[in-house]
Structure formats: C-alpha cells, structure tokens
C-alpha cells in the first residue's frame, strides 16, 4: 500500500490554503464541509476565494507567503501556479511535521485527496494514489450510483437508536442479525423513499417483536412483505432508474410483463421468483383482477415484490388498479416511477415533443379499439400546434388518420410509427396522415410500436442521432 488510508477530524482545526483562485476555492470547500478553521494566504484573492469567504467564514491573509506561515496549522494545501511557491510550502510544512499537500504534485505531497462519495456520515474514498486519478473517478461515479442518496440518512438513523437496541438485544450474533434486517429491509426502503418517521416506527416495532418468533419463520422474506411498482422504461436497460435497479435487486419475487425486456429482467436478483403475467393484445396471460390479487397474496406471505411495468406504471399502465387494491388490504408499497413510451421513443428519434416553432403543448392518448371504435376527441386532436402521441396505435393506425383528416388536420401532417424504440430494433416509419398507413401495412412491424404526430415530426430527418435498425430496412 503506497498511501495508508484514514479519515482526518478537520472540525474546528486550523487549516492553511495557500493560494487563492478557482482550483483553491475548490480546495476550500471541501475543508469547509469537514468544518475546518479556514485561513488562505494570497498576494491577490481572486473571485471564486472572494465569493466564498463570508459563507465560509474564511481568514484572509494578503501578502507573499514565508516559510513561519504554516506554524500553528494542522494542515496545508498549496494551490498556487507559483512552482518555487509549492515548493517552499510544501518544504516548510514537511519541516515541522504538518500535513501538506500541494495540488497536482504528488512528489511534494504528505497526502492526497481521494475521489469522495459523500453519504455523511458514511463517507467513501477511492484514490489511485496518483497513477490514474480519472478511473479513481469513474469508479466513484459506480460507486454513486451503487450507494442510494439516502444512506446518510439510514447511518443517522442506526446511531439514533444504537444505543436502544444494544440494551433490548444483549446477544452480539442476535442484533447484527437485527441491524443486517433493518438496513437491507423495509426499514432502509423507507429511509430511501423520504418516510424518516415511518422509517423509525417500523424499527421500533421490529425490536418489539419476539426474536424467536422470528427465528422460527420461514426466514427469507418472513415478516412483512411490500410491493414495488416500478417503471422499467422503454426498453433499454440503462433508461432504468438508479432506484428501480436496486429494488429490483432486493426483490424476491419479480412479476413481469410482456414489455419489460430480457436485459432488463436479467438485472433481477439472479435467485428471486421470476412470475410472467402476460399481456398481449388479443392473449391476456392474466385478467388484471388476478393479478392485482397475486400482487396482494405475495406481499402477505412476506416477499418483497417488484411489479415490474413498461415505461412507466401510471402511463397506460393500469398502475392505480393495482396499488388500490394493495391501499385497500394494507399492504405496504412504493411507486417508482419509468421514462415512458413517449419520451423514451421521441427522444430516441430524434422528435422533440415539444418546440418552439411546432407544437406548445403535448397529449398521450390510446388508439386502443372497443369493438372496432376509438372513442377520442377528434375535434381536439385535429387542432394545430400540438403533438399527439398514440399508444397502442397500430391496429387502429388507418381509422386515427382518417379521424383526424375528417376533423380538419392536413392529409400532408406528418406522422411516425416507432417501432421497439430506445432498442437497436428500433425502426421508424415516416409518412404524411394520407400515405402512412399504406406506407405500415406495406412493412413487417413488430410490437410495440408508438405513433406520434404534429410537424415536430419534419425534424426527425435533421435531429436523429440514434443508429437504429431503420437504415438496414430503407433500403
Ligand atoms: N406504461 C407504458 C405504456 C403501456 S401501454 C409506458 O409508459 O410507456 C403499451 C403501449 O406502449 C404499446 O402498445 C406501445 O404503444 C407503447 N410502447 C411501450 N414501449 C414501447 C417501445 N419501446 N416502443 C414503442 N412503443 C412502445
């Protein structure tokens, strides 16, 4: 090990900055939030220091700095671009035995910085001890995304009734049983979700209940259980929220549908209970009734369940049924919510959904037929200067077009069939009202497709970044 890691207590200690533009400013922020007694030392103080001085409460010395500058100090950075300056500082403070560290010369340094996730109190530090300070970076941006914002909040939490719970349960072996629940289990989802005070309630009450009880359960999951009902986007597997992930990571039982894709499915705990409940046009694998009730009857034998939905659950995604029926039988649940169709597609495509000289507002509507009809309001539909975007559109893509023409929209309006977007098999048609469907029923398109029309449409052409499959079929 070239660095021996530890955490320095900087709270109310004498700090030394010498140096006082944008990368010691920097410097200064990061001592300020470890509540460091801040002095910086400068000829001349530039904008960022000066903006931050009354904030931070900073000392200001001007004047050119001398080797008795770091007497008193326990710590000292030198960010100058002064290289006989850093020298000197770093020399004067090795000499009395303060820690110094001068900013991008790791052979003058007594320590470095690390790259930091800041949970506080849980902090993370990860260095490469200078060889490589960008893959120290990008494993702090993993370890960012792996470690929820709320964990502070969850140490805090454990510290509040730390005490409490090593009186109630004397057994060491017993209470890291109990806080191995407690911050992997229901109690950490509250945290996480922002329900402090529930947070804490469910805590108590697990310490009430009698360990043995526990103890003879079924173990996994026994106790009681809750429903996630998570979006899970479009398709592609890195559209997923950070929170959808690790939810889906801590599920036991995982209840999908026919739009959630396989590499999204694959990101389930590898041995969680995988249910598929269908949902085809003409083929429902499962009534919506059944599987409200499978969701219940889960949750009440004390799996963690994540009900997981394409795009998002309160987008034609039927997602109020499902968490009604929990509210009615007590269930506990959370609703996380997905990047939906429309976004997902449009963005992928390069349509904007809204802009400035095309459309000022944006509706979703179902195409979904009732016995042959599509009960919309056309006259509204047909108005200019907005975006439609029809879900579930595809059979009925030849009657919405001659709807909208028969309510005043131009034959030439633009209109494009997504087909699997956000995926690599994503494809899209363009057309006009008039010669689209023809243009459709002319090709082999594969579920799910989305329909958007508007002249945003027109940009698809200029904007389109994504390379999908559309160019192997155009020609
Ligand atoms: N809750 C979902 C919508 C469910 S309804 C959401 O928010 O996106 C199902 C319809 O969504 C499909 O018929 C199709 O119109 C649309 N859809 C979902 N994913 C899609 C995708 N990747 N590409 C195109 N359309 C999609």
Not at 177 to 198: C, M, P, R, T, Y
Not at 270 to 286: M, P, T
Not at 313 to 319: A, E, N, V
Request: charged residues 20%.
């Amino acid at each position: 090990m070239q660095y021996f890691p530890i955490f320095v207590k900087l709270q109310g200690q004498a700090c030394l900055v010498v140096g006082a533009g944008e990368i010691a400013a920097r410097k200064i922020d990061l001592l300020a939030r470890a509540g460091a007694d801040i002095t910086v030392l400068a000829q001349t103080v530039k904008e960022p220091v000066l903006r931050i001085q009354t904030p931070l409460g900073l000392t200001i010395v001007q004047k050119n700095f001398t080797p008795s500058d770091v007497e008193g100090f326990k710590l000292v950075i030198s960010a100058t671009n002064n290289p006989a300056t850093n020298e000197l500082v770093a020399a004067s403070a090795q000499q009395q035995g303060i820690l110094v560290n001068v900013v991008d010369s790791p052979a003058l340094c007594s320590f470095i910085f690390p790259a930091i996730v800041d949970r506080s109190p849980i902090i993370a530090a990860v260095t490469s001890g200078g060889a490589a300070p960008v893959l120290a970076r990008l494993l702090r941006a993993k370890l960012e995304t792996l470690i929820p914002p709320g964990y502070g909040h969850l140490a805090q939490l454990a510290e509040k009734c730390r005490g409490l719970v090593k009186t109630r349960i004397s057994q060491p072996e017993q209470r890291r049983i109990f806080w191995e629940d407690i911050l992997q289990g229901s109690v950490a989802e509250s945290v996480f979700s922002g329900n402090l005070q529930k947070a804490e309630q469910q805590l108590l009450a697990k310490l009430d209940q009698d360990p043995k009880a526990e103890a003879e359960g079924e173990g996994e999951g026994e106790g009681e259980g809750e429903v996630y009902l998570i979006g899970a986007g479009p398709g592609a597997a890195d559209l997923l929220t950070f929170r959808a992930l690790r939810l889906m990571q801590q599920a036991d039982v995982v209840v999908y549908d026919r739009l959630v894709s396989p590499e999204i499915l694959d990101l389930a705990r590898r041995d969680a209970q995988k249910i598929y409940v269908g949902k085809q046009r003409q083929d429902h694998a499962l009534p919506q009734e059944d599987i409200n009730a499978l969701l219940a009857k889960l949750a009440k034998a004390g799996k963690r369940v994540a009900r997981l939905k394409g795009g998002d659950p309160f987008i034609f995604g039927r997602g109020g049924e499902e968490i009604e029926t929990l509210m009615q039988q007590g269930i506990a649940f959370q609703v996380v919510p997905g990047i939906t169709a429309a976004s997902g597609c449009a963005s992928y495509a390069g349509i904007p959904l809204t802009h400035r000289d095309h459309a000022q507002s944006c509706v979703f509507v179902t195409g979904h037929l009732k016995e042959g009809d599509i009960n919309l309001n056309w006259t509204q539909l047909a108005s200019p200067n907005q975006t439609v975007v029809v879900y579930m559109g595809l059979v009925g893509l030849e009657k919405i077009c001659a709807e909208l023409i028969a309510h005043g929209s131009p034959h030439d309006l633009p209109i494009a069939l997504i087909q699997q977007g956000t995926t690599r098999l994503q494809r899209v048609i363009t057309g006009t009202l008039a010669t689209l469907p023809a243009k459709v029923s002319a090709q082999e398109v594969k579920a799910p497709t989305l329909v958007i029309i508007g002249t945003v449409v027109s940009l698809h052409d200029k904007l389109r970044w994504f390379q999908d499959s559309s160019a192997d079929t155009e020609c």
